[in-house]
């Protein structure tokens, strides 16, 4: 009886030390502190591609010479796709034409979240989300972005040579804005006012009403999915700050989508 005993205490000690070290992995997997990593080896899975609905795809990455790896899991932000957006130009006359732009040539505006895989028994983890812009679908996809692991924002960039993308590099948000003169996507996102985030949605009231007994009631809401149409105007000396035409208009909707994310926040904090 004793023997049994002790035998039983041992298995629960090793299955106690077997749990506690797999939460040890995983904590020293996702606390990664780098102001900056190149992307390695990157590689994508397109689970559809039928241009009358959404793309799915993951993207796994390496962490620079971490031995770590990423995955994007995502899907297609149809309402940025190009049967739902267009671009027009202004001339000297100040008439305005629509651009022709060919539907293949248009990135892939996609949202999802982020997984990290550990290194003990290859599980992967949601650690963060994701809003990224892909340039060339393939298997070895180009592509850039913002993304977080736990909560560090990175900004991805791309390396080029000659005009052409040779590369990709990860940095940390507040390192994003010393790289050169275009604006991070992060930082370009409209944002309320410190007043209002910091206040609970109770105490805010633009009309004076009492609002408090109406909180979590769905009366008068809209029953189906509302549009709203959003235009952007950007100036030649904007448009210039970027190699091409191409990648204003691809950071343009990359603030977009990367814009949800940001208007979330003061609501997730709450909760």
């Known amino acids: 009886m004793r023997r049994t005993l002790v035998r039983e205490l041992g298995q629960c000690t090793s299955a106690k030390w077997i749990t506690l070290l797999g939460y040890l992995a995983l904590a020293s997997a996702t606390k990664l502190n780098l102001n900056a990593f190149r992307i390695q080896d990157p590689s994508a899975s397109i689970f559809s591609n039928n241009p009358s609905q959404s793309t799915n795809l993951n993207i796994t990455i390496g962490i620079g010479q971490t031995g770590q790896r990423l995955r994007f899991t995502l899907e297609e932000n149809f309402d940025l796709s190009p049967w739902h957006t267009s671009i027009r130009y202004l001339d000297s006359n100040g008439?305005?034409?629509?651009?022709?732009?060919?539907?293949?040539?248009?990135?892939?505006?996609?949202?999802?979240?982020?997984?990290?895989?550990?290194?003990?028994?290859?599980?992967?983890?949601?650690?963060?989300?994701?809003?990224?812009?892909?340039?060339?679908q393939k298997e070895s996809p180009l592509f850039d972005g913002i993304f977080t692991i736990e909560s560090i924002t990175y900004e991805i960039h791309l390396e080029t040579s000659?005009?052409?993308?040779?590369?990709?590099?990860?940095?940390?948000?507040?390192?994003?804005?010393?790289?050169?003169?275009?604006?991070?996507?992060?930082?370009?996102?409209?944002?309320?006012?410190?007043?209002?985030?910091?206040?609970?949605?109770?105490?805010?009231?633009?009309?004076?009403?009492?609002?408090?007994?109406?909180?979590?009631?769905?009366?008068?809401?809209?029953?189906?999915?509302?549009?709203?149409?959003?235009?952007?105007?950007?100036?030649?000396?904007?448009?210039?700050?970027?190699?091409?035409?191409?990648?204003?208009?691809?950071?343009?909707?990359?603030?977009?989508?990367?814009?949800?994310?940001?208007?979330?926040?003061?609501?997730?904090?709450?909760?």
């Not at 010393?178 to 206040?199: E, F, R, V």
């Open 95 to 136: 008439v305005s034409h629509e651009a022709n732009q060919s539907p293949s040539l248009y990135p892939l505006i996609a949202r999802g979240s982020v997984l990290i895989q550990t290194s003990t028994d290859g599980t992967w983890s949601d650690v963060g989300w994701a809003r990224i812009a892909v340039i060339e």
């Open 162 to 271: 000659d005009e052409e993308p040779t590369g990709m590099v990860a940095h940390r948000i507040e390192q994003a804005n010393s790289l050169d003169d275009q604006p991070s996507l992060y930082s370009t996102c409209a944002s309320p006012s410190n007043n209002l985030m910091n206040g609970k949605r109770q105490e805010w009231n633009a009309w004076g009403d009492d609002v408090t007994e109406t909180i979590g009631s769905t009366n008068g809401c809209p029953s189906t999915r509302q549009i709203a149409y959003i235009g952007v105007a950007t100036d030649c000396a904007y448009t210039a700050s970027f190699n091409s035409t191409d990648d204003a208009h691809r950071h343009i909707l990359n603030v977009i989508n990367t814009a949800s994310v940001r208007g979330m926040q003061p609501v997730l904090k709450e909760t």
